[in-house]
């Protein structure tokens, strides 16, 4: 088992932040989306919905990326012979 270089964990805890951070926003927007198809205009929640799309798309964007990382990290390690063991942040 080969654990990841210090660049590559730096890395990796990036990535995850950028993930976390734009998480909170974007479900904020989702909910204030959800709401206004109940309480508002219909140019309101086309305001909303512009609001929770570009948020998602960036969030998306950073899932991604993440997701290359990994994906990457992987299958370098398997055409060396090694196991994958990248250090996964939890809550």
């Known amino acids: 088992?080969?654990?990841?270089?210090?660049?590559?964990?730096?890395?990796l805890s990036a990535l995850q932040d950028k993930v976390q951070a734009l998480a909170g926003p974007r479900n904020v927007a989702l909910r204030m989306f959800d709401a206004s198809r109940r309480s508002?205009?219909?140019l309101a929640q086309r305001d909303f919905w512009l609001?929770?799309?570009?948020?998602?798309?960036?969030?998306?964007?950073?899932?991604r990326r993440l997701a290359r990382f990994c994906l990457e990290r992987t299958d370098g390690l398997q055409a060396t012979g090694g196991t994958p063991q990248l250090l996964v942040r939890t809550g």
């Not at 088992?1 to 890395?11: G, I, K, N, T, V």
């Not at 929770?52 to 899932?63: G, H, T």
Request: hydrophobic content about 35%; overall charge negative; proline content about 4%.
């Open 1 to 11: 088992m080969r654990l990841p270089s210090r660049r590559a964990q730096e890395e």
């Open 40 to 42: 508002t205009t219909l």
């Open 51 to 63: 609001e929770f799309a570009s948020l998602d798309q960036e969030y998306r964007d950073a899932v």
